[in-house]
């Protein structure tokens, strides 16, 4: 048996069923009593069993009529739920915004981000994830988060071939050198990089963000560390540092996940190199109003005085 009734044939069955009456439902629907009765009598030949038992005085669900207003209830509770959602979504007050980004950034500027956001927009769920700036490129332009939050590392981020992602840089931070308390660094207002060639370097690896601006600069200043350990966690480079094996270099944004270690950060100079942190989007696609909200108060939050770790600061501020 094909059964296929519309949403408006359920609409009739349910109303005529809540109000006990023809006349009473087609005033509720706002259509004339004889329509009714024939959408209800087309539903009752499409099912091959009667849905009401009538009288003068009297309209009652039969068996078959409660399990097949059951039924339609179900189907038009679940209709109106998801127009209802879909309606929110395109008026920016419903749905899901997917967000990646850098660990450092996910612990020190997204959770005040994602706080402002939610004022605007609460009916909007988040999904948060953290991830290395290569994954984050690559997830947004396969379109797994609507945005990400990342570093310029040289070139803009995730750049490639003829289809570049969108950078807009929002805030910067500059690097430091972390100490153990007890190293002679510890007493110094500032360091230069070239100091650092006399020190063993815990370095992060090669697919941290971190790594590659040091190399860079290490390069650009024609030093190298006597000897380097390398770790690919922040809490391990902290931890060897505070066990005196060496020094290391960060962003001021990483800094606050090394607390535990109370490490002491010293700005580094010739040259002060600044990291420049932003959003990132792919142009391809047309933004949601979730996503141009939380455009909105990535940009907005500059004017708010929202307060940075150390070292860091919003786009066009000074760091220092």
Known sequence: MSINPTLAQCRAVVAVARHRSFSQAARRLHVAQSSLSRTVAEVERACGVQLFARTTRHVAPTAEGVAFIEM??????????????????????????????LPSLAATLLPQVVDRFREALPGVDVQLEDSLAAQLAAAVRAGRVDLALTAETGGPPGAKGD???????????????????????????????????????????????????????????????????????????????????????VPGFVVPLMAF??????????PVVR????????????????????????????????????GAGWAGAATR
């Not at 570049?164 to 308390?181: H, I, N, S, T, Y």
């Not at 207002?189 to 190399?215: G, K």
């Not at 109003?289 to 909105?296: D, F, G, I, Q």
């Open 261 to 270: 270690a109370e490490l002491v950060p010293v700005p580094l100079v010739d």
């Open 163 to 249: 289809d570049p992602l969108r950078f807009e840089v929002v805030a910067g931070d500059d690097l430091v050198c972390l100490v153990a308390r007890g190293h002679p660094f510890a007493r110094r207002a500032e360091l230069a990089w070239a100091e650092l060639a006399s020190e063993p370097f815990i370095s992060f690896d090669e697919a941290s963000s971190i790594r590659a601006i040091t190399d860079a600069t290490f390069a650009e200043c024609d030093v190298e560390p006597r000897r380097r350990l390398t770790a690919r966690n922040v809490a391990t480079v902290a931890g060897m540092c505070a066990a005196g094996l060496g020094v290391t270099a």
């Open 275 to 310: 990291r420049q942190v932003g959003v990132l989007t792919d142009p391809r696609r047309q933004p949601s109003p979730a996503v141009r909200t939380m455009l909105e108060v990535l940009r907005s939050l500059p004017d708010e005085a929202v307060r940075l770790p150390p």
């Open 72 to 101: 339609a209830e179900r189907i038009l509770r679940v209709y109106d739920e998801e127009l209802a959602h879909f309606g929110g979504y395109l008026e920016g007050q419903r749905g899901v915004l997917r967000v990646a980004a």
